[in-house]
């Protein structure tokens, strides 16, 4: 069995280290321990805490075990020879790929060059080396923990151990401190520090030739973070996409177009700053479908949606009135061959379809906006292949 140990202070209270996008370190640990595989959770500390709570429920939910160590005298107990222990430092903000796989590949203890890691805030191990704040050891060593004194720091006494027993070190790259993959955070103010560049790891940029999605990013990391955990907050932003749409068709069956195109920009908005709300309470070593599912559903609601109050804008038989906006919404599928590139970027932006049709109803000249909508989407979307082919 694959077991992950975290703590969790004395205490168990994350106010003193401060939080991270909405989470605590030891939240932070918990995901990329579950990531690793850990199918069991040992948490060192003080478990009636609000904290320790928070995580055993987050644990049982990632479908891992979860028992509570209050002192080293525990830890043999819940831990079998044949098991693997996954250590983590107290304080460590586990977020680089590379030292992912790493303690993936068996056995082994994270080591960073000594001056780099003890300026970090690393524990030295000698002139050359310091401990990297993670090390993966065979179950077998912990039964060496009997032989200690009852007030023996547990992780430092499993360090110890680990390199008595000859568990091979693995070299992680200082350009890892330096980019802030892996970090050591305690104090509020380090977290605080630490946490645009976690949240930039996770919503990467985007062209701002597809102002919607850029602009649905910068407001998430400018305000989403500390409601990650909350599910209130995840629910938020798809409830207001349904809303948006709802007022559109509203506004479209009473007979205006321009404010139904008009209310489909903040729909726009709210798809892609849900779908970048989904990426930040994700790990980024575990992929999960459910969000990226989510925004596909939100996604083509709001291309129904588009269609209908087109079709409700256009003057003529039912034909004629959804033959242009199936044309334009089918056209939003076709792949692009460089959709992150310069401005054909803007062919794949739906709250600046709207925002164009909007302004073509406002004039009323909705089906004329929609003919030349799908004129510019065939040139920004087939034109480049054709004239690659040729």
């Known amino acids: 069995m ?9 205490t168990g209270d994350a106010a003193e ?15 990329f321990a579950l990531a690793q595989g850990c199918e069991k959770i040992i948490l060192l500390g003080y478990g009636a805490s609000k ?13 891992a075990q979860c028992q509570v160590a209050r002192s080293i005298r525990d830890l043999p107990a819940a831990v079998r020879g044949d ?8 304080g460590l903000l586990p977020d680089s790929p590379v030292a992912f796989d790493q303690l993936e590949q068996g056995y082994g203890m994270l080591v960073l060059p000594a001056e780099a890691g003890w300026s970090a805030g690393f524990e030295r191990l000698d002139l050359a080396a310091a401990w990297g704040g993670a090390m993966a050891l065979p179950g ?16 430092a006494a499993l360090l110890r151990l680990a390199r008595q ?5 693995r070299a992680l790259a200082e350009s890892e401190l330096v980019e802030g993959r892996w970090q050591i955070v305690r104090t509020a103010a380090a977290a605080h520090t630490a946490e645009p560049a976690w949240l930039r790891r996770r919503l990467p940029p985007v062209s701002r030739f597809r102002p919607t999605a850029w602009l649905a990013r910068a407001l998430v990391r400018r305000f989403a973070s500390p409601w990650i955990d909350q599910r209130r907050a995840a629910a938020a932003l798809p409830a207001g996409t349904v809303l948006a749409l709802a007022a559109a068709l509203a506004a479209a069956w009473f007979g205006f177009p321009a404010l139904a195109f008009a209310a489909l920009v903040p729909a726009a908005l709210a798809t892609e700053a849900g779908a ?32 209908a109050v087109g079709a409700l804008a256009i003057d003529g038989s039912r034909a004629q009135r959804l033959f242009a906006p199936l044309v334009a919404a089918g056209l939003l599928h076709v792949p692009s061959p460089a959709p992150e590139q310069g401005w054909r970027a803007l062919a ?7 925002a164009w049709l909007a302004l073509a109803a406002g004039l009323g000249l909705a089906e004329g906006g929609f003919m030349l909508l799908a004129l510019l989407l065939i040139a920004l979307r087939i034109g480049p292949r054709a004239g690659e082919r040729g």
Request: proline share 4%.
């Open 2 to 10: 694959r077991i992950g140990l975290i703590a969790v202070g004395d």
């Open 17 to 31: 280290a401060g939080l991270l996008a909405g989470r605590s370190l030891a939240r932070h640990q918990l995901d």
């Open 51 to 63: 904290e320790a709570i928070a995580l055993r429920h987050a644990a049982e939910a990632g479908g």
């Open 83 to 90: 098991d693997r222990l996954l250590v983590l430092a107290h």
């Open 140 to 155: 077998r060593l912990v039964a060496g923990l009997d032989e200690l004194p009852e007030d023996a720091d547990p992780i």
């Open 165 to 169: 027993g000859g568990v091979p070190e």
């Open 276 to 307: 970048a709300f989904g990426l930040l309470g994700r790990s980024l070593f575990a992929a999960e479908s459910r969000p990226a599912r989510l925004s596909l559903i939100l996604r083509l609601m709001w291309d129904g949606a588009f269609v």
């Open 348 to 354: 794949a932006d739906r709250g600046v379809l709207a």
